[in-house]
Every structure is written in structure tokens, then in C-alpha cells.
């Protein structure tokens, strides 16, 4: 099973301000990594999938790179709404994996 | 508008069984692989099981293999999840999802909670 490790654990982060998550995968994933956002309460929203193909609706704020072992989530500009959990997840072989999240917090 | 709506969560004792089922409307259920993901409370998501368009690809979690089964009928809309011998680690917010190795839209969620 292909163990996907995200850090920080926590992100404080004052609003306008640019936050880097990363997620680093035990084997590689090659481009097969997606990454989801989360708020209290809701089912995860896909962000990413692929290299770096932005969903359907999110803002250009948000980019995604990576390849292989290393990939990273950045958020060019915090806004009120992008405080949230963040989840990296694999998918690459089965059983496809998720990370353990990274939370934004506002700082 | 694309919908994805679960049912069938509750409170269940340990070795019981449960049956969700997820309506599928605003889009062409026949063709897309679909999911279950759970998330138990304050834990990342987990992926529990996988269907494809046919029914001809299934894959399980280890956690649920021989105690899950996943079914999906193309023309109901629908897809299922038989759970039995329930433990209290299966406690968790069941969701259906559309799916393509990742999950590119995903249902409100089920409740399930497992205890005596």
C-alpha cells in the first residue's frame, strides 16, 4: 500500500498570504495524485487531478505540480473561504490512498 | 443538475449488517466508475471500494474484504453497498462518489455508526 505523507500537519496562515502544502509518497505515484479540500461538515471537493489539471470551478489561485514522489499544492493568495483541511490522495494502484491532511488555519 | 444521494446509514450493533444506496441523477450514471469512501470521525477519507461501468472490475478495501460487497444498477441510477459483520471501526460517514481513480464528485454522505 502506497503511504502518503502530507506537512505540515497544521498551516497558519494570515489572509492574502501564499501557503505551500506538500505530499510526499512512499513509492512513486507517477502523475496519478489528486488533491481535495475539505470544510466542516461537507464531503471533500476535488482540486487537482492528474499533473496538475485544475477541476471544474476552481480558481486560478490554486496550482498543483508534482511528479513521482513529490508533489505540492500552493495557494497563491489566501482568501476567507480556501481555510480548510486539505487532502492529498493516490491513485496509481489499488488500494488508492489518501494522506492524513493538511489544515489551513487562519493565522 | 448532478446529484449523488445516500441512504441506508444508522446505528447498527457489531456483527450486523446494513445496506446503503446512492441515487445518481443530472448525469449519465451508465458511464462512470463509481466509489465508496468513508471517513471516520476526525480521520482522513479512505476508499473502500471501486466499480466499474460493467460490473466487471470490483476491488475492496482489506479492511472490508469478504464482509462488503458493492453493486450498482445502470437502470435504477443506482449504486449499493452490502455491509455485514459490522464492527465498531466501520463507524463512519459513507460516501457514494463518481470515479475515475480519483473522485470528481461526491454525495452528501450516510452516517453509519457501529455500537452495542
Known amino acids: 500500500e502506497i503511504v502518503l505523507t502530507q506537512s505540515p500537519g497544521t498551516l497558519s496562515v494570515s489572509p492574502g498570504k501564499r501557503a505551500t502544502l506538500s505530499c510526499r509518497a512512499s513509492q512513486s505515484v507517477g502523475a496519478s495524485l489528486a488533491w481535495y479540500q475539505q470544510k466542516p461538515g461537507q464531503a471533500p471537493r476535488l482540486l487537482f487531478y492528474g499533473e496538475s489539471t485544475r477541476a471544474t470551478g476552481i480558481p486560478a489561485r490554486f496550482s498543483g505540480s508534482g511528479s513521482g514522489t513529490e508533489f505540492t499544492l500552493t495557494i497563491s493568495s489566501l482568501q476567507s473561504e480556501d481555510f480548510a483541511l486539505y487532502y492529498c490522495?493516490?491513485?496509481?494502484?489499488?488500494?488508492?490512498?489518501f494522506g492524513q491532511g493538511t489544515k489551513v488555519e487562519i493565522k | 443538475q448532478e446529484q449523488l444521494v445516500e441512504s441506508g446509514g444508522g446505528l447498527v450493533k457489531p456483527g450486523g449488517s446494513l445496506r446503503l444506496s446512492c441515487a445518481a441523477s443530472?448525469?449519465?450514471?451508465?458511464?462512470?466508475?463509481m466509489s465508496w469512501i468513508r471517513q471516520a470521525p476526525g480521520k482522513g477519507p479512505e476508499w473502500v471500494s471501486y466499480?466499474?461501468?460493467?460490473?466487471?472490475?470490483?476491488y475492496y478495501a482489506d479492511s472490508v474484504k469478504g464482509r462488503f460487497t458493492i453493486s450498482r444498477d445502470n437502470a435504477k441510477n443506482s449504486l449499493y453497498l452490502q455491509m455485514s459483520s459490522l464492527r465498531a471501526e466501520d463507524t463512519a460517514v459513507y460516501y457514494c462518489a463518481r470515479s475515475m481513480g480519483f473522485a470528481d464528485f461526491w454525495g452528501q454522505g450516510t452516517r453509519v455508526t457501529v455500537s452495542s
Open positions: 490522495q493516490q491513485y496509481d494502484s489499488w488500494p488508492w490512498t
Open positions: 466499480i466499474s461501468i460493467g460490473s466487471t472490475s470490483i
Open positions: 443530472g448525469f449519465r450514471f451508465s458511464d462512470f466508475f
